[in-house]
Each structure stands twice: as structure tokens, then as C-alpha cells.
Nanobody
């Protein structure tokens, strides 16, 4: 069974940092692209970042570029999202996702095959 387990969410003050983790099991992690998405209250799910098989290719949403960093450790089967300089508008439920068909990752959520349960990130003013 494929399982993505997220951790690291919480409450942080504006300007602070959080590091999210997503541990994957049940798939060949080194042959899947991984992505992070988020959903704020009363808003649609939106793309945050994606990373290809090897970790050499990354893409970020304009809203987080320069502040967030996606990375992966294929030996551990884990993808990370380092979030710095957090803003209140970053608040939402963050989901990790796995794409078994793309080597470089996609920005459209519907390309992804498996999803984690989500972890809440709240940034206070």
C-alpha cells in the first residue's frame, strides 16, 4: 500500500520558519516526482513546489519562490519543504503528493497519483 505521511506543521509567527517532512512508503521513491500543495480556508488547492526524481529539477510557485525550498532524500524516502520568511497568507493545509509518471514533476494537482493526509500550517501576524 502506498502511504505518504506528513509532519512538521504547526503555529509560527510571521517571519518565522517551519520544515515539513513527508515520508513515503509502498513505492520506488527514487522513480517518482514529488510535490507540495496547499489549501487555504475558502480557497482552491494550489501548487507550491515540485521536485524531480533525482532532486536536480525543482519548480516553485511565484508566491513562494525565494522563501521555500523543496528537497528530497531518496535513501530515506522523504521529501521536505523548508519554509522561511513565512507570511500569514501562507496559512493552510499542506499536502505532499507523488507522481509516478513524470521524471521532472508537474504543477497541476491532477497529475499526481497519491496524496498525504495534510498538515496544518498557521502563520500569525
Amino acid at each position: 500500500q502506498v502511504q505518504l505521511v506528513e509532519s512538521g506543521g504547526g503555529l509560527v509567527q510571521a517571519g518565522g520558519s517551519l520544515r515539513l517532512s513527508c515520508a513515503a512508503s509502498g513505492l520506488t521513491f527514487s522513480r517518482v516526482s514529488m510535490g507540495w500543495f496547499r489549501q487555504a480556508p475558502e480557497k482552491e488547492r494550489e501548487f507550491v513546489a515540485t521536485i524531480g526524481w533525482s532532486g536536480s529539477t525543482t519548480v516553485y510557485a511565484d508566491s513562494v519562490k525565494g522563501r521555500f525550498t523543496i528537497s528530497r532524500d531518496n535513501a530515506k524516502g522523504t521529501v521536505y519543504l523548508q519554509m522561511n520568511s513565512l507570511k500569514p497568507e501562507d496559512t493552510g493545509v499542506y499536502y505532499c503528493a507523488a507522481d509516478i509518471n513524470s521524471a521532472t514533476g508537474e504543477t497541476w494537482a491532477r497529475w499526481y497519483d497519491f496524496w498525504g493526509q495534510g498538515t496544518q500550517v498557521t502563520v500569525s501576524s
